[in-house]
């Protein structure tokens, strides 16, 4: 079955520091792959995902490439801002009504001014 | 986008009792809703798949007299942890799929059960 394994936070950053966020997958096939956000009090937005290996994913300054010799998908963000304060969650799998999404612990990234 | 919303944020309860969780899609209608528990620290863990009109589809190992859910309508599931004890305290996080909308899941904000 799917798994995901991504980097324990925290991770505190000042703000224009470059933001990297590992994340490594096991997957029967080739799964989807996404980046999930959580900002505090809601719930989980998707912030990029990627459906084939080489695939990237961007969104809001942030990237993620499907690299499938490395069953990774890292999260890169060249100039971090306060505001993208939260936690990010990778997840591997289906969405939609056939759901088999796996999702890493989480890490949380604090952007200090 | 669309929004899914979560009744209540957070609840602290007695040993013993029953808590409800609702969860909602506001502005889209969702056949189907996905229940998710978090431990701190770790993964989400998918519980059970929520059917409108039908049976819930639970995962292994989580028992589905001890989390009963119902999908009342297209915009609307519930929770209910029966009998609830200490271990039952976690972050329980829904999700519904917007149709037509493959892979993308729209999650509401969470519930914090504490129980005593």
């Known amino acids: 079955g799917n798994s995901v394994t991504q980097m324990e936070g925290p991770v505190t950053l000042s703000e224009e520091a470059f933001l990297t966020i590992n994340c490594t997958y096991t997957?029967?096939?080739?799964?989807?792959l996404f980046w999930y956000v959580q900002y505090p009090g809601e719930g989980l937005q998707l912030l990029l995902k990627?459906?084939?290996?080489?695939d990237k994913g961007s969104n809001k300054g942030f990237e993620a490439t499907y690299r499938k010799e490395t069953t990774s998908f890292h999260l890169e963000k060249g100039s971090v801002q306060v505001s993208d304060s939260a936690v990010y969650f990778c997840?591997?799998?289906?969405?939609?009504?056939?759901?088999?999404?796996?999702f890493g612990a989480g890490t949380r990234l604090t952007v200090k001014p | 986008g669309a929004v899914v919303s979560q009744h209540p944020s957070r609840v602290i309860c007695k040993s013993g009792t029953s808590v409800k969780i609702e969860c909602r899609s506001l502005?889209?209608?969702?056949?189907?809703m996905f229940w998710y528990r978090q431990f701190p620290k770790q993964s989400l863990m998918l519980m059970a798949t929520?059917?409108?009109?039908?049976?819930?589809?639970?995962e292994q190992g989580v028992e589905k007299d001890k989390f009963l859910i119902n999908h009342a309508s297209l915009t609307l599931s519930t929770l209910t942890v029966t009998s609830a004890h200490p271990e039952d305290s976690s972050f329980y996080i829904c999700?519904?799929?917007?149709?037509?909308?493959?892979?993308?899941?729209?999650f509401g904000p969470g519930t914090r059960l504490t129980v005593l």
């Open positions: 997840a591997s799998g289906k969405g939609g009504n056939n759901n088999d999404m796996r």
């Open positions: 997957a029967t096939g080739y799964p989807s």
């Open positions: 990627a459906t084939k290996a080489d």
């Open positions: 502005d889209f209608q969702a056949t189907t």
């Open positions: 929520s059917n409108e009109g039908s049976k819930a589809t639970y």
């Open positions: 999700s519904a799929p917007l149709a037509g909308g493959a892979d993308t899941q729209y």
